[in-house]
């Protein structure tokens, strides 16, 4: 990887943005590079250009019709609780979408789903016709999966270049979302129920349905919550995204704060 690009996102996973706008500037007017160095150089373009809210310009023009200037309430795993904050959020709600809702969620006008690998590969599993029946309301329902077979009318994917935004690991859904929905020029992000990992009740939570007490040490493993983390607080310092308590604390703490956070809540129990 060229070594700038490397300081970038260096710079940016220690939350300093100055020095990554530095360092960018002398990358930012250069074509992108072919092969995997050039994937990284595009997702650092495309996140570079969410934080300077400038806008994409790949952006699907539907997508950006219904987004643009738009406040977007984002709800994460947790669910979190409305607040009288949270009121001037509601024209444009945005949630996951996970196997344990199939049954008993039916999503409101223009809501926007986001459903992961796992979540998109049990419902291409699912009947057709009732899985239509049962999203077609939805505003979008965005799959992080590429490759994904679902046919819904209103199925997108995200930037698929995102994934290697990350030196190590992948995107977590909420840091995801936000870089997602925040490609629209002057569209903010308020999150609710999103704190990381760094909770009791999110050690807890599994939008698939699982009852192991280790379920969220594997997806600990494959994404790195130091650089998912810091992503998003770099976005809170650009003021395009804002939170509850929770998220605000969960943002709050030191990386060092955070780690013994994750290993009070999940390491200590596998040793």
């Known amino acids: 990887m060229h070594a700038r690009l490397k300081a970038?996102?260096?710079?940016?996973?220690?939350?300093?943005?100055?020095?990554?706008?530095?360092?960018?500037?002398?990358?930012?007017?250069?074509?992108?590079?072919?092969?995997?160095?050039?994937?990284?150089?595009?997702?650092?373009?495309?996140y570079m250009a969410v934080l300077a809210d400038e806008g994409l310009n790949s952006i699907d023009n539907r997508w950006l019709n219904q987004l643009s200037s738009t406040q977007i309430l984002l709800v994460g795993p947790c669910n979190g609780r409305a607040t009288a904050k949270t009121g001037q959020w509601v024209a444009q709600i945005v949630r996951i979408a996970g196997?344990?809702?199939?049954?008993?969620?039916?999503?409101?006008?223009?809501?926007?789903?986001?459903?992961?690998?796992?979540?998109?590969?049990?419902?291409?599993?699912?009947?057709?016709k009732e899985l239509e029946a049962r999203f077609a309301k939805a505003g979008w329902f965005v799959t992080k999966k590429q490759g994904s077979t679902l046919t819904f009318e209103n199925l997108r994917k995200p930037d698929p270049s995102l994934s290697f935004l990350h030196l190590t690991g992948h995107p977590n859904m909420v840091p995801l979302m936000c870089m997602d929905l925040l490609a629209n020029p002057g569209a903010t992000v308020y999150v609710i129920g999103a704190n990381f990992y760094a909770s009791q009740e999110m050690a807890l939570t599994s939008t698939s349905g699982s009852t192991s007490e280790f379920h969220h040490c594997g997806t600990l493993a494959r994404h790195n919550p130091f650089?998912?983390?810091?992503?998003?607080?770099?976005?809170?310092?650009?003021?395009?995204?804002?939170?509850?308590?929770?998220?605000?604390d969960a943002l709050g703490l030191g990386d060092l704060e955070y780690a013994r956070v994750l290993d009070q809540l999940y390491g200590i129990r596998c040793r």
């Not at 926007?112 to 419902?123: M, R, V």
């Open 227 to 248: 650089e998912n983390r810091a992503l998003v607080a770099n976005l809170v310092g650009a003021g395009r995204v804002d939170g509850d308590a929770s998220f605000a």
């Open 8 to 46: 970038v996102l260096a710079a940016l996973y220690r939350q300093d943005v100055t020095t990554a706008t530095a360092h960018w500037q002398h990358l930012g007017h250069i074509a992108a590079p072919k092969g995997e160095t050039g994937s990284t150089f595009r997702a650092v373009a495309s």
């Open 99 to 128: 196997t344990t809702d199939f049954y008993n969620f039916a999503p409101a006008d223009r809501t926007i789903l986001y459903a992961n690998g796992e979540t998109d590969a049990w419902l291409s599993a699912q009947n057709a």
